[in-house]
């Protein structure tokens, strides 16, 4: 009997040491258009309170992140050296100018450029349900008419150059 007892604290030791299967994590993220309609309705508001702009970002990956944004205002003119933007259009319209020339163009961090304006860009109106693709070193600027509001998913993807 005492021979058996050991056998079962002997295995029990061993299953109590022995690593524990871990459950996988689902890589995937998923974010319903109601979830993010919902988000961009706080961004709304804070946009208010603020400078007409919010946004906020939903998940960074290693070479990409996932943000939400919400206009009211015009935005400046930008160029990222290193990130391109894949703009999601989900509510509203506005006026992006792509190339040209950033006017009164200033460095706001490393490969980061701000400006006024676009000079010599080329328009084109950005609707919900469309797709835009702003190449990394693209000089860009969304532009807001009257009372027109913009809701963007945005992809910030990085690009080696």
């Not at 029990?12 to 040491?17: D, I, M, P």
């Not at 702009?53 to 009211?72: G, N, T």
């Not at 460095?107 to 919900?128: D, N």
């Amino acid at each position: 009997m005492e021979r058996v007892a050991k056998e079962i604290l002997k295995d029990v030791a061993l299953e109590e040491t022995a690593p524990k299967p871990r459950a996988h994590k689902n890589p995937v993220d998923h974010w319903a258009p109601a979830v993010l309609l919902e988000r961009a309705a706080y961004l709304r508001k804070m946009a208010k309170l603020g400078d007409g702009s919010a946004s906020e970002v939903l998940k960074e990956y290693p070479q990409h992140c996932a943000m939400l944004s919400f206009r009211s205002r015009s935005g400046e003119a930008e160029v990222h050296e290193k990130w391109a933007d894949l703009f999601v259009v989900l509510a509203g319209t506005a006026t992006l100018i792509t190339g040209g020339v950033v006017a009164e163009a200033r460095i706001v961090a490393p490969g980061e450029t701000r400006g006024t304006a676009i000079e010599s860009g080329t328009r084109q109106t950005l609707r919900a349900g469309e797709l835009t693709h702003v190449p990394a070193g693209t000089p860009h600027q969304i532009l807001l008419a009257g009372e027109n509001t913009i809701t963007c998913l945005v992809m910030k993807v990085q690009e080696m150059q």
